[in-house]
């Protein structure tokens, strides 16, 4: 059994920062993409960032430049840095990852996080 725990939402002001973190516990062989999706009221959920194994990132146009995920390998956790916050970020933040057990493999969220930016 895997589980994916986030951490670090709350209330900021606009311009504020947050930092969100995930933590895969469980039966881990080896955790590949790690992903950070956020869902605000009456949209659908949008991938916000996303890092491999090796290391290469890639952002959704609105968070670039404000954003920086990162991951420790070591600890099975990924890591998000948002800086310039707007309103328009509030959102629920769930971790993604795609993970290799002993016996399986696939996709397993979080249970989310409430990031709420005001203005």
């Known amino acids: 059994q895997v589980q994916l725990v986030e951490s670090g939402g709350g209330l900021v002001q606009a311009g504020g920062s947050l930092r969100l973190s995930c933590a895969a516990s469980?039966?881990?062989?080896?955790?590949?993409?790690m992903d950070w999706y956020r869902q605000a009221p009456g949209k659908q959920r949008e991938l916000v960032a996303s890092?491999?194994?090796?290391?290469?990132?890639n952002y959704a146009e609105s968070v670039k430049d404000r954003f920086t995920i990162s991951r420790d390998n070591a600890k099975n956790a990924v890591l998000l840095q948002m800086n310039s916050l707007k309103p328009e970020d509030t959102a629920v933040y769930y971790c993604?990852?795609?993970?290799?057990?002993?016996?399986?493999?696939?996709?397993?969220w979080g249970q989310g996080t409430q990031v709420t930016v005001s203005s």
């Open positions: 993604n990852a795609y993970v290799e057990t002993v016996d399986e493999a696939g996709w397993y």
């Open positions: 469980g039966s881990i062989f080896r955790i590949n993409t």
């Open positions: 890092i491999t194994s090796g290391g290469t990132t």
